[in-house]
């Protein structure tokens, strides 16, 4: 009943969260949509801040860990243990590219709060999801830094937050019924991959700007 319970509120969460926002979204909204108690949301969350945290980690985390066995894989496979750079930026998009969240009923949901995310200015909502690329960095921080040495760190930083953005909007707008460039639809396969697998790979292979407007924070 506990499981059945925490799911219904992260359902709901997720969904009010998609629709209306973070800071538009109170902890009693959640609850009448769950059908629960404030309790059972202290309970299993502790907090608004945390149970957003839960949303995020419950869509993201099995993509980011199929991300990190990816490219330990392909540091097996490889001779010296260092994979190219398209290599390594395949393993980072291919599995939330292809993950099968997106095909069930509430993956639409939080395909709709992703883009929301990056449409808001809400520091809560962007900080509970960057979190969550912890440990994606440490394995893939050096592994870029590798291929790239002609970047600082902080170069690498904004362009992995440009591919991010880029496999974002093309996850969110393949679940519009009418998402489309003129005549051109956009739908999610190995293909539409592959260009987005180049494109990255391209992007972030650039000479640097001879003005930068990377900082170091």
């Known amino acids: 009943m506990d499981l059945e319970t925490k799911a219904r509120i992260l359902d709901s969460a997720e969904q009010l969260f998609a629709e209306y926002g973070f800071s538009a979204t109170s902890i009693r909204q959640i609850t009448n949509e769950a059908d629960v108690n404030i309790a059972a949301v202290n309970y299993h969350f502790g907090s608004k801040e945390e149970l957003l945290h839960a949303v995020f980690k419950r869509r993201v985390g099995p993509i980011n860990t199929e991300r990190v066995k990816t490219l330990l894989a392909l540091q097996e496979e490889t001779k010296d243990g260092e994979p190219d750079l398209e290599q390594v930026m395949r393993a980072f998009l291919e599995p939330c590219f292809h993950s099968t969240e997106w095909h069930r009923p509430q993956g639409a949901k939080f395909l709709q709060l992703v883009g929301r995310m990056h449409s808001e200015t809400n520091e809560q909502l962007r900080g509970a999801f960057f979190q969550l690329f ?82 170091s924070v």
Do not use: Y
Not at 168 to 184: D, E, P, R, S, Y
């Open 134 to 215: 912890d440990e994606v960095a440490q394995h893939f921080g050096p592994a870029f830094k590798h291929v790239l040495p002609h970047l600082s760190t902080e170069e690498i930083i904004w362009r992995v937050h440009f591919v991010i953005g880029s496999l974002a909007h093309i996850l969110v707008c393949t679940q519009m019924k009418n998402a489309g460039m003129g005549n051109v639809k956009i739908e999610r396969s190995d293909a539409l991959l592959e260009v987005l697998v180049q494109f990255c790979t391209a992007g972030m292979a650039a000479a640097v700007p001879t003005q930068t407007a990377v900082q």
